[in-house]
């Protein structure tokens, strides 16, 4: 593979950094009373404004050369067309047709799968209602509407999140749990809160063989069995959500509560397939399909839409310009939206899992340019009393994205208003910054001294120039909400394709894997051992002890 670092738009860029390195966004904005203008679109009832970065209309040229350079419509419409581009698993990568809204079919290997995804989305339909009419009952005879989602990563992250988003939309009487921890305390805190008679727990897990998803499972199970004195209670109040079929029969599952997607659906990109059960539970599958609706009309933007307008392929770009020509380790991603604080976390799996890689689609390994960001955040306010300080003044450039509804759900008193002041604020503070003469002024003003104002004013400096986008949404609905992670997902893909990685394969969790498995048959006594490293010796051997003594 021609490393991307060797393109005319690659060097171009080195050379337009240095002419932008200097720059300062506020001069950008006095230079151009039409940046705003320039620089924000909109899509649907988002509004995308990334007028707040250190770029000019040269650098976004550049940047959307070196797309092309990089082969992105041809890679955008390999992934839509279903050619196996995950290409070390060798599977094709399809979440975009589980949203696939359109009459249009969709082919893998010539077989078109749209058939067998409307079939689930019917039968997910027709179990959430019976649910929701009470008409599906334990094994007692009562409703279920206690759901717990047992999964990990991708199977627990998404609907997790989504759930969470769109609380005001949850049905009333159903209430979702999620357990994903292999740490016993997760399990058991759910169980304290549900009773066995209105439980139903779903086991969603792509291979079914994970080792956490697996060990909870067979905890709910026993808890279930124990409770009821009856091994058949097992099927009236498990579902699976799997590719391996198989698998989940052997668990005990009744057949026809088995819900089931391809391989060609990434773990974290499954929230839109039967994986989204727990979601379609928790807030119908009208909102579930609306999700949906949401997704796909950003992948028909990101598809149709050149790269100049194209929301996703901006965001991607502008990630790439602070990564690999300004050095930017990190991404910070601040939702003003309390339903929105674990959209960090969904996204940390979502774009750190795909494109934390070192090496490129040929298995060389990459030397000269760096790959995917830390993807970190939490919403504001909150984070504003927390680590803003250091995106403030620290010495790191973070670029930043801001999400904000334009409206609550709740409308109580002046709480949205001072919300959405402080997004707009932060995001201004952090690009306008405040100079020494202002600081000093405010200072004198305020009746410091002389000798006040000289020691303190250069800690109440702010630099600015410090980047961010900002989306403004109507109102976190499921549409809007399908959108928002749609938009990611391909900022996602896209980067992948500039770095010339493959975005769809996450080898590097097997080797923690392997070794776990061994040390956990280490554990099992006080006999100390010495087949490690002699750090991982010494704790092995200090837990060990903790089986003779109390440490
Ligand atoms: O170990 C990483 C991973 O494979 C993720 O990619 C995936 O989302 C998660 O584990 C859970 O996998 P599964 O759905 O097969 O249980």
New binding site residues.
């Given amino acids: 593979m021609t490393s991307p670092a060797s393109f005319p738009a690659w060097k171009a860029l080195l050379t337009h950094h240095q002419t932008m390195k200097n720059s300062h966004i506020r001069d950008l904005f006095e230079q151009d009373s039409d940046r705003f203008k320039r620089f924000s679109l909109q899509l649907d009832d988002i509004l995308f404004d990334y007028s707040k970065h250190r770029i000019t209309e040269e650098t976004m040229t550049l940047l959307f050369a070196l797309a092309k350079a990089s082969e992105l419509t041809g890679w955008t419409e390999k992934m839509f067309g279903g050619e196996r581009i995950n290409s070390a698993e060798n599977r094709a990568v399809l979440h975009t047709a589980l949203r696939n809204r359109s009459s249009k079919p969709v082919y893998v290997d010539g077989n078109d799968v749209m058939p067998e995804i409307r079939q689930t989305l019917d039968k997910m339909r027709n179990f959430t209602q019976h649910l929701h009419n009470r008409e599906y009952q334990g094994f007692t005879g009562e409703p279920l509407t206690n759901i717990v989602n047992i999964?990990?990563?991708?199977?627990d992250l998404g609907p997790a999140m989504v759930t969470r988003a769109l609380t005001p939309y949850r049905i009333q009487g159903i209430q979702p749990y999620f357990v994903s921890n292999i740490d016993d305390s997760h399990i058991m805190e759910a169980l304290k809160q549900v009773r066995p008679e209105t439980t139903l727990f779903i086991v969603?897990?792509?291979?079914f063989?994970?080792q956490e998803?697996m060990t909870n499972a067979h905890t709910a199970r026993r808890w279930l069995v124990n409770a009821f004195g009856n091994e058949s209670a097992v099927a009236r109040h498990f579902v699976a959500v799997s590719t391996n079929t198989s698998a989940t029969a052997e668990f005990g599952i009744h057949p026809d509560n088995i819900f089931s997607f391809r391989d060609w659906v990434g773990?974290?990109y499954s929230l839109w397939s039967a994986i989204g059960l727990s979601i379609a539970i928790s807030i119908g599958m009208d909102a579930f399909e609306e999700l949906l609706d949401g997704a796909f009309s950003v992948d028909c933007h990101f598809r149709d839409t050149p790269y100049e307008n194209n929301i996703p392929v901006i965001m991607a770009m502008l990630g790439i310009w602070y990564a690999n020509f300004f050095g930017a380790e990190t991404h910070a991603i601040l939702p003003y939206s309390q339903y929105l604080d674990r959209f960090a976390a969904y996204l940390q799996?979502a774009d750190m899992?795909s494109n934390g890689k070192r090496t490129d689609r040929d298995g060389i390994i990459i030397n000269g340019y760096t790959t995917g960001p830390v993807i970190w955040g939490e919403p504001g306010t909150n984070g504003q009393h927390a680590f803003y300080q250091l995106i403030h003044q620290g010495t790191r450039l973070i670029p930043a994205d801001f999400l904000a509804p334009l409206h609550s759900h709740h409308d109580i008193g002046d709480h949205h208003r001072i919300l959405l002041s402080h997004c707009l604020a932060q995001s201004e503070a952090l690009m306008k910054g405040k100079s020494l003469n202002e600081v000093v002024t405010d200072m004198k003003h305020s009746g410091y001294s002389e000798t006040q104002t000289q020691q303190i004013a250069p800690h109440k400096v702010f630099p600015g120039n410090r980047s961010s986008s900002t989306f403004l949404f109507s109102k976190l609905n499921p549409r809007t909400l399908g959108r928002l992670i749609a938009l990611y997902e391909h900022k996602i893909f896209v980067q992948g394709i500039i770095w010339g990685i493959n975005s769809f394969d996450?080898w590097g969790?097997e080797l923690g894997k392997q070794l776990a498995g061994k040390i956990f048959n280490e554990l099992v006594d006080a006999k100390p051992i010495n087949t490690h490293d002699p750090s991982t010796n010494g704790l092995i051997n200090y837990c060990k002890r903790s089986k003779d003594t109390t440490i």
């Fill in positions: 999964g990990i990563g991708g199977s969603a897990s792509k291979t063989t994970t998803t773990g974290r799996q899992e996450q969790v």
